[in-house]
DNA sequence: CTACACCTTCCCATCATGGGAAGGTCAATG
DNA sequence: CATTGACCTTCCCATGATGGGAAGGTGTAG
């Protein structure tokens, strides 16, 4: 099966494919004799793994012991939950951070009419109060 | 003001105060004999309004735009506004996608019991179910 | 045979930030 | 006066994940 196909087949682009195998994520693709990466099922269903597992936010070094602890049928779940908890707790104190933001943002968006009028408890706020 | 002072009274760092000057951000500044940059306290107070915009994650772009209207005593509130709301409203997004991240990942956590034992619902989960 | 879709590698860009090197300047202390 | 340490300057490189695009080779259908 060509890149494309693999692309296709497990939602990670092909551009990404390469890159995830330069860095050493994936093992070589084996080549064809024109050179062409070649994919099978169990190499689909590893990109389907990565893909899944970006998609909920790991990064590529977090996946990188994942995909260690599920090749490994011996691992002991500890390990993959101490991962997942770690990166739960970067996502959650990173909401936390953004809603704050957020939260700011609305009150100061809620206190400024917005028309043609040039006085702004935005900019007032941005400003430290005084300009 | 040398520029380390500068830093320290708006909370940007030196480096950023010279990546600003850089890409535009701010117009460059003013130079003794040495060639030290030499900062005043309109120029602190302009620092001191990126810094607050950039803690409530404006970017560059974004904190280009509310300088000129701060500088511009005659603009309408509707465009510092405009650029809030848009912000919010990415806020927002980025939020909501991050804590369906956030919610999948507690399901899982809290399924997996994290012992010595190798069976492990969040590895099923990103194997896609079968393995 | 030609067109088109695919593949290869290589380089560059993003965005905000920082590290660090190599070298010049300033102020205080011995 | 000389040294030391804390500044400053510019320049280059790195991050993390992703994509754009160039230049060139390959495969397939009309």
């Known amino acids: 099966m060509n890149i494309g196909s693999a692309s296709a087949a497990s939602g990670v682009s092909a551009k990404m494919i390469r890159h ?53 049928r011996q691992r002991p779940s500890r390990e993959v939950r101490e ?14 951070e953004m809603q704050a933001m957020a939260s700011t943002l609305r009150k100061l968006v809620s206190c400024c009419h917005g028309d043609e009028r040039p006085d702004c408890p935005i900019l007032e706020d941005l400003g430290g109060g005084l300009h």
Chains 1, 2 share one sequence.
Do not use: M
């Open 83 to 96: 991962i997942a908890s770690q990166h739960l707790a970067d996502l959650d104190a990173r909401i936390a």
């Open 20 to 72: 995830y195998e330069t860095i050493g994520l994936l093992r070589p693709a084996a080549r064809r004799d024109n050179a062409y990466r070649d994919y099978g099922a169990s190499e689909v269903h590893e990109l389907q793994f990565i893909g899944r597992a970006r998609r909920l936010g790991f990064s590529i070094v977090e996946i990188g012991q994942l995909l260690t602890l599920w090749r490994d």
